[in-house]
T-cell receptor
Framework: DAGITQSPRHKVTETGTPVTLRCHQT?????MYWYRQDPGHGLRLIHY???????DKGEVSDGYSVSRSKTEDFLLTLESATSSQTSVYFC??????????????FGPGTRLTVL | DQQVKQNSPSLSVQEGRISILNCDYT??????FLWYKKYPAEGPTFLIS?????DKNEDGRFTVFLNKSAKHLSLHIVPSQPGDSAVYFC????????????FGAGTRLAVHP
């Protein structure tokens, strides 16, 4: 357990409304990530952060923005939700593993449905 | 263009036998590879990893093999147990690239008695 929580765990919203998902970690990890999981695609990186106020785009960043004003919180915002953003969203942190590389540990996920 | 591919969407294995899950990658710059296990309604759980300087890593019932010349890795589970039934994701990263992971699409393993 890497001390990662996500809120809300489930959300149903309507097309065009703004939505913010929160990822909270308690162990002061520097790197944080947002992924979405869709059938047939595995997990795809939306945005990541390498420190407070330091963020960058991932593979599928269109329609999403992020903010990290403090180490423990990484927020993902859908400015105007669309049906194509219906997905399961996972937050992750990165930890140095025993194998010489970094391993990511994931939160429990947020299931978002956009009607 | 998928850089990490898991070509088998599903695999069915009898309890006690070996499960072999396969993964191929295209980018020779990847230098660290990981396997994750995912149960429904939960986040992925880290299982085992391997650095590109090795060709095998073992942890209990789980062994990962890396064949760099073929750009192929595999996860062996011996013996398979019903609790191993889950979706398994292969992932790869560049150690200098903010540790970003590229995932395969996953293989659903079913272990039946």
């Amino acid at each position: 357990d890497a001390g990662i929580t996500q809120s809300p765990r489930h959300k149903v919203t309507e097309t065009g409304t703004p939505v913010t998902l929160r990822c909270h970690q308690t162990e002061n990890h520097r790197y944080m990530y947002w992924y979405r999981q869709d059938p047939g695609h595995g997990l795809r990186l939306i945005h990541y952060s390498y420190g407070v106020k330091d963020t960058d785009k991932g593979e599928v960043s269109d329609g999403y923005s992020v903010s990290r004003s403090k180490t423990e919180d990484f927020l993902l915002t859908l400015e105007s939700a669309t049906s194509s953003q219906t997905s399961v969203y996972f937050c992750a942190i990165s930890v140095r593993g025993t194998g010489g590389g970094y391993e990511q540990f994931f939160g429990p996920g947020t299931r978002l449905t956009v009607l | 263009d998928q850089q990490v591919k898991q070509n088998s969407p599903s695999l069915s294995v009898q309890e006690g036998r070996i499960s072999i899950l396969n993964c191929d990658y295209t980018n020779s710059m990847f230098d660290y590879f990981l396997w994750y296990k995912k149960y429904p309604a939960e986040g992925p759980t880290f299982l085992i990893s391997i650095s590109s300087i090795k060709d095998k890593n073992e942890d209990g019932r789980f062994t990962v093999f890396l064949n760099k010349s073929a750009k192929h890795l595999s996860l062996h589970i011996v013996p398979s147990q019903p609790g191993d039934s889950a979706v398994y994701f292969c992932a790869a990263c560049f150690s200098g690239g903010y540790n970003k992971l590229i995932f395969g699409a996953g293989t659903r393993l079913a272990v039946h008695p």
